[in-house]
């Protein structure tokens, strides 16, 4: 495990829980503030027409839609609507999105980033970067990027969440509880399918799509355990024992032709690997993503693997994986 990716993670995660200790007390003061609106994974981009079709545009682009890994078609990891500054000072609306930034390069500006939680509207994340010219601007973007995604992604995940708890499947968390001794939140819908005494499938199945979250625990020994290849074998293992396809003899396994891609997180505090990938069926026909977040749950040495998967055939796909993302980060040690 290479510690350099760990530390920037870490400072990225603590940069976040400021903003949000903040909000907090912003909010003790100004009272509640309204729900946010827009589109999951979309980002306001608010500036001057001729900087997003150039070079500032060109660097937006590049970074925010570059293709979500582990998705079997092309999407992007946001989308990123553009309005002017005019525009947005004239609409409540656009006002009130959840995820926006604010572009401001002129001469007189030094560069600098300004970050806004819950600004305007609940949960909210405002991004101002100010420059005094175009290089200026890309410097500042480049080395802010990860900590502005950091933090659009965690905001993405508490508005999904504040939806679910309205709709808690509250027997399946208490089953969770007590089969584990960790809280995990699941809404309406998502039901225990298998559980052993350290194995658990909970899925929810529509007419449209279906999506499920295994949770495997086993004793830690060797940090070797957290190597991916490691990893993946194991969840093919798992999928092969507890889950079946609908034609006989057919399991779920990992797509080997497109390979996972991995990398070390901060998951809740924790250290963990995060892979994404692709499974299918051995024996028949169907596939899709999986997200898989492994990590040690060091009070009880012990390993936890949650993994999250989703069929959804001929459709868009990022949005669907981002909620069941959204669900394995209510992970809560007891």
Known sequence: MKSKTLKIDFKIILVCFIITLLSISCNKKLGEKPSSGGKTCEILIVADKLLVEGSVGNELKAFFMQEQDGLNQPEPLFTIPYI??????????????????????????????????????????????NAPNKDAFLHLFNEKKEIIKACFDETERVRINQAFKAIEEVGTKAEVKRIFNFSMSFPNGFKVAKKTRDFAWIRQESKEYSEAVMIYVYPYSDKKQLNPKNIITLRDSLTKQYIPGPTDGSYMTTEKEFAPVSKEINFNGLYAVEIRGLWKLKGDFMGGPFINYTFVDEKNNRIIMLDGYLYSPKKPKRDLLKQIESIIYTYHAM
Do not use: G, W
């Not at 525009?87 to 006002?95: T, V």
């Not at 401001?104 to 970050?115: G, P, R, S």
């Open 84 to 129: 002017s500054l005019s525009a947005f000072e004239d609409a409540e609306m656009f006002q009130a999105h959840r995820n926006i930034i604010m572009i401001n390069i002129n001469d007189t500006c030094k560069e600098k980033m300004v970050i806004l939680k819950d600004y305007k509207a609940k949960p909210q994340t405002v991004f101002i970067l």
